[in-house]
């Protein structure tokens, strides 16, 4: 017959599909054989081991607590502490108890065997299906039928046959249920990891309804930029390592069924066996390393971190601004500002004013603010620069209120000086003369008296501003400086009324004198 063409293309494709099957056929062939077909007797047991095997999946690996926020070390503590006094133990009591259901199950098949092999003289009189009672140390038994005797014999060898194959496949129980429980160790390594990420997810979303983040990074300065600390890897050491690592460690400390000594006489003799006469079992570490979703949520844990630090280091530059302050807390040196010469009452007043308003700005900085999974601490920030100003402040009133007590002395001194000499009265022509040189020398140098006796008046009063408490024997010279001062001015004007009345009759004494001689 013909074969068209769409006939000899369909062929190859027919075949392969055929191929495809005799093939997945024979790999499922090969499984069923590998099968554990449970029977009634391991059931109850198997029940019991997978209650095991759920609470391991439930045991509590790492420490969380919502709304609690850490330091770092304390975390890292309390995560360590979490696996050793609460995670080991429940993982070990959760095996033990495994252990005691399947040496129970091991002991009940084994005896109920044995007895069944001493039952037996010889493995021949399974095959016997005759009506007569041959059994070892019984007699005939006269009452019964042989039919009831035959089916009890067939009984029997069913018995006889299901007990050894049940004893033969106790290696096969251990196994399953060591696999069961790497399983669930397995389960709860990813799980564990999933909760961590959820913790992070969660805090992230309750930003906006107060939350306080899970772990405390101080932001400070240093000579070059901004520094958190700890620091982003800080944060990812103590995540991979001690919590993430930490937990497959402990998987991987867990007793495992398969090598315990009391099972050990189940494999003897057996492939399969592993290094030093234990039977190969599955690697719970391994499984889980090896599990490319462990990895993901792994991975999107550490980006958690990174994104948030990367913002909080966004956020904080703001504190760049205040970065003038850092600096000049840094190189400020009283002794150097004391040796400066010429600054006067406004320099003074400059210079306390620059740091009022730093210390203005500084009270005005946030002590905290919350990004992601961190809670980011800027009070040392603040708290570190604070003092700068309040030290400089403090630095700058004692130099004025030395300044002020000492320049009150001096102008004191002058002024009571200068109010003597005013005071003076001379009746000679030529001390009258000289003494009205020196009035008005006098005259003249009055502005810079009375600007002397003002730059000392403001000077306490820039100390009053800034709450200084002044010294009652300063306040006293104050007091005395301003007396003097209007002494001062009214021996001026004083003087010049003396010096309009006695100026005629000194002019003409004067002359009297140049015509005498």
């Known amino acids: 017959a013909e074969v068209t063409g769409v006939q000899t293309c369909a062929l190859p494709i027919f075949w392969r599909a055929n191929v495809r099957k005799k093939l997945f056929n024979r790999v499922r062939a090969r499984l069923v054989e590998r099968l554990f077909l449970a029977k ?92 007569v009672q041959l059994q070892q140390g019984r007699p005939a038994d006269k009452t019964r039928s042989m039919v009831a005797i035959k089916k009890e014999k067939m009984e029997n060898a069913r018995t006889y046959r299901r007990v050894t194959e049940e004893e033969k496949m106790l290696g096969d129980f251990i196994r399953l249920a060591d696999y069961m429980l790497v399983e669930g160790l397995v389960k709860r390594a990813v799980t564990t990891v999933e909760d961590v990420l959820a913790h992070f997810e969660a805090t992230r979303q309750s930003q906006d309804k107060m939350g306080k983040g899970v772990f405390l990074t101080v932001l400070s300065f240093t000579d070059t930029s901004l520094e958190f600390t700890p620091t982003r890897d800080d944060v990812l050491g103590v995540i991979n390592s001690t919590v993430i690592e930490g937990m497959i460690t402990a998987v991987g400390a867990c007793p495992r ?103 203005t700005i500084i009270e005005r900085l946030r002590v905290g603010n919350v990004v992601g999974v961190l809670h980011v601490d800027s009070k040392v920030l603040r708290n570190g620069l604070m003092p700068v100003t309040q030290r400089t402040i403090d630095d700058i009133k004692g130099l004025v209120l030395t300044s002020a007590r000492g320049e009150s002395v001096r102008v004191l001194d002058e002024f009571k000086k200068a109010t003597v000499v005013l005071a003076q009265r001379p009746e000679e022509l030529d001390k009258f003369v000289a003494w009205g040189v020196m009035h008005k020398e006098e005259t003249v140098r009055k502005r810079q008296m009375l600007a002397e006796a003002q730059m000392i008046d403001d000077m306490y009063e820039l100390l009053a501003f800034y709450e200084v408490k002044v010294p009652t024997s300063d306040q006293v010279k104050v007091d005395d400086l301003h007396e003097l001062v209007q002494s001062y001015v009214e021996s001026i004007d004083d003087a010049m009324v003396y010096i309009e009345e006695r100026k005629h009759g000194m002019m003409t004494r004067s002359e009297e004198r140049r015509v005498g001689k």
Not at 63 to 88: F, N, S
Not at 303 to 314: H, I, Q
Request: glycine residues 6%.
């Open 257 to 359: 069924l398969l090598y315990m000594r009391s099972f050990a006489p189940f494999f003897e003799g057996k492939e399969g066996g592993g290094e030093k006469g234990h039977p190969a079992g599955l690697n719970p570490v391994n499984i889980v390393r090896k599990t490319a979703y462990f990895h993901d949520v792994c991975a999107k844990i550490n980006d958690v971190v990174r994104d948030d630090f990367t913002k909080a280091d966004e956020e904080a530059q703001s504190f760049e601004d205040q970065r003038v302050i850092y600096e000049f807390g840094k190189s400020w040196d009283f002794e150097e500002y004391q040796k400066t010469e010429g600054r006067g009452i406004k320099e003074y007043r400059q210079d306390l004013n620059q740091q009022k308003e730093w210390r």
């Open 40 to 131: 009634p007797t391991f059931c109850p047991a198997l029940m019991e081991l997978q209650s095991f095997v759920h609470d391991i999946t439930e045991v509590k690996i790492v420490a969380r607590k919502d709304g609690l926020l850490y330091q770092l070390d304390e975390y890292a503590e309390q995560q360590t502490a979490q696996r050793q006094q609460t995670a080991i133990p429940q993982l070990e009591a959760a095996v033990e108890h495994a252990q005691q259901v399947l040496e129970k199950v091991c002991k009940d098949v084994t005896k109920q065997a044995r007895l069944y092999r001493e039952s037996i003289r010889d493995e021949s009189e399974l095959n016997d299906k005759t009506g």
